[in-house]
T-cell receptor
Framework: KAGVTQTPRYLIKTRGQQVTLSCSPISGHRSVSWYQQTPGQGLQFLFEYFSETQRNKGNFPGRFSGRQFSNSRSEMNVSTLELGDSALYLC??????????????FGPGTRLTVL | GDSVTQMEGPVTLSEEAFLTINCTYTATGYPSLFWYVQYPGEGLQLLLKATKADDKGSNKGFEATYRKETTSFHLEKGSVQVSDSAVYFCALSDKGSNTGNQFYFGTGTSLTVIP
């Protein structure tokens, strides 16, 4: 079974631009979560989508948004990029039946560098 | 709220030494507990998990026991190898809370094993 895939793997943008990252979950998984990882702040939760609905949201500004499609693929968008947005963005998928919790399986991440 | 507190690193050990990485948690419901490992340039990989009190998770020589009385989930390995050098994350998912499949991660512990 294929794992979680994320595209692109690396991105370089300049301040003020916007960026879209993509995540394809493991087949059959309906929950997709996004995290930002930086050396200073560690792993920070961005949001979780389940059946095309945002179910949880972390403490990030509105410049960070996401969506999930009917095939469970997810995208996250960051508008008006700032230098501090440079990070590894990780996507994780879970099987999750109903409202229960389940193991998260991570993709390799997208390394975003903002110049 | 839910949280995970993890032993600060970095940790440096000689090959074949015994490893312990401490992890304690706070949860409002009935958490599942996890250890993830991250190798350089990669996403997080599930190492082991335990879903209820007194369960022991194990994988690749690593073990952790879910201790409800001490709210702990310490990671241990009897004899580390150079290939175990990585960052280790303790995490919880609280099934009893109304937060979907949100995970709470510790800050990570960097382990370096020297020959």
């Amino acid at each position: 079974k294929a794992g979680v895939t994320q595209t692109p793997r690396y991105l370089i943008k300049t301040r003020g631009q916007q960026v879209t990252l993509s995540c394809s979950p493991i087949s059959g998984h309906r929950s997709v979560s996004w995290y930002q990882q930086t050396p200073g702040q560690g792993l920070q939760f961005l949001f979780e989508y389940f059946s095309e609905t945002q179910r949880n949201k972390g403490n990030f500004p509105g410049r960070f948004s996401g969506r999930q499609f009917s095939n469970s693929r997810s995208e996250m968008n960051v508008s008006t990029l700032e230098l501090g947005d440079s990070a590894l963005y990780l996507c994780a998928s879970s099987l999750v039946r109903g409202t229960g919790s389940d193991t998260q399986y991570f993709g390799p991440g997208t390394r975003l560098t903002v110049l | 709220g839910d949280s995970v507190t993890q032993m600060e690193g970095p940790v440096t050990l000689s090959e074949e030494a015994f490893l312990t990485i401490n992890c304690t948690y706070t949860a409002t419901g009935y958490p599942s507990l996890f250890w993830y490992v991250q190798y350089p340039g990669e996403g997080l990989q599930l190492l082991l998990k335990a879903t209820k009190a007194d369960d022991k998770g194990s994988n690749k020589g690593f073990e952790a026991t879910y201790r409800k009385e001490t709210t702990s989930f310490h990671l241990e390995k009897g004899s580390v190898q150079v290939s175990d050098s990585a960052v280790y994350f303790c995490a919880l998912s609280d099934k009893g809370s109304n937060t979907g499949n949100q995970f709470y991660f510790g800050t990570g512990t960097s382990l370096t094993v020297i020959p």
